[in-house]
């Protein structure tokens, strides 16, 4: 079983920066970012796989960047210029086959970090 436990989550001001980190009992093929606002469905923020190619959602793309750290099996998303609809709390994520923002084809889940901005 893989164990995935988020941090990192926090306030932060419109126009402001925060990183989350996924400390990971071991990497799979896939890892990934997903997040979930009140009343609304979880939706993929970015992936990145073993080989270190990236995968992005169009709403995040040039703001948030995906990286990890192999050695110390870290995953991490930095995030910048952050907006109010950015509010939700975000889950990392874990794949073993392919590499894609479908929460439903994820295999484990961390139980989240919260994360705020405000106006």
């Known amino acids: 079983q893989v164990q995935l436990v988020e941090s990192g989550g926090g306030s932060v001001e419109a126009g402001g920066s925060l990183t989350l980190s996924c400390e990971a009992s071991k990497f799979t093929y896939c890892m990934g970012w997903f997040r979930q606002a009140p009343g609304q469905e979880r939706e993929g923020v970015a992936a990145?796989?073993?080989?270190?190619?990236?995968w992005s959602a169009d709403f995040v793309r040039g703001r948030f960047r995906i990286s990890k750290d192999n050695a110390k099996s870290i995953l991490y998303l930095q995030m910048n210029s952050l907006k109010p609809e950015d509010s939700a709390m975000y889950y990392c994520?874990?794949?073993?086959?392919?590499?894609?923002?479908?929460?439903?084809?994820?295999?484990?889940w961390g139980k989240g970090t919260q994360v705020t901005v405000g106006a």
């Open positions: 994520a874990a794949r073993y086959n392919r590499c894609d923002l479908t929460a439903q084809r994820y295999n484990h």
């Open positions: 990145i796989s073993s080989g270190g190619s990236t």
